[in-house]
């Protein structure tokens, strides 16, 4: 057994070597919580504000997508006010393969319509609305919450400026009262995250075969 001491000694320092070294990113993402400081955004029917909440979700995507292994950037951590076109800059300066903007939604005098949205740049290859797709299914699917459409949005700034794959997350409606205590309910926004994940680990695995091909 001593002569094979030596031996199992360097497999064992081998194989913990290889576990501990730095995996591939699946990909590079950009979270954008909206709003924020002096843009509040909507508010809630419980009376939090649009920034606040986007930005827990943006946290929380942010830290599950590192968790799965991707290099993620926040365009804001904190309450800050960040033009459209900052968003958009931060997101050009640097070579990523999707851009996410948070946001809540909210109608006015309606309290009624509750569910997810997901809203795209209309490119002429249709590849973002079958991005746009895909991460529907996947949200609806996972959170069980209604689908009210992938939506095509031109003028939005954010989706029309970004020169990567871009989507605009709207994680349900403020105005209802049932949603609006669910989307400030941190379970509920953890939950969201990791659906977010699934969804991303097959947006970029198909982002990556429409590049090679």
Known sequence: MKKWFPFLAIL??????????????????????????TDPGTTSITGVHEKE????????????LRNANYEVYLTRTDDVTLSLN?????ANSKP??????????????ND???????LYYPDEAERNVELATMMMNYLSSALQAPD??????????VLRGTTSASL????????????????????????????VVQAVDHIIENIKQTTHE
Do not use: C, M
Request: glycine share 8%; net charge negative; no cysteine.
């Open 148 to 157: 009210r459409g992938v939506l095509p949005r031109p003028e939005l700034a």
């Open 96 to 109: 990523i393969d999707l851009f996410l903007s948070i946001h809540g939604n909210a109608l006015e005098n």
């Open 12 to 37: 064992l320092l081998f194989i913990a070597g290889f576990s501990l070294w730095p995996k591939e990113k699946k990909g590079v993402i950009v979270v954008d919580a909206g709003h924020g400081g």
């Open 168 to 195: 605009l997350l709207e994680t349900g409606f403020l105005s209802h009262p049932e949603e609006a205590i669910k989307l400030e309910n941190a379970n509920y926004q953890q939950q969201f995250s990791q659906a």
């Open 112 to 118: 009624t319509v509750e569910g997810l949205q997901v």
């Open 86 to 90: 900052e968003r958009v800059q931060f």
């Open 53 to 64: 909440i986007a930005l827990q979700f943006a946290l929380k995507i942010a830290d599950a």
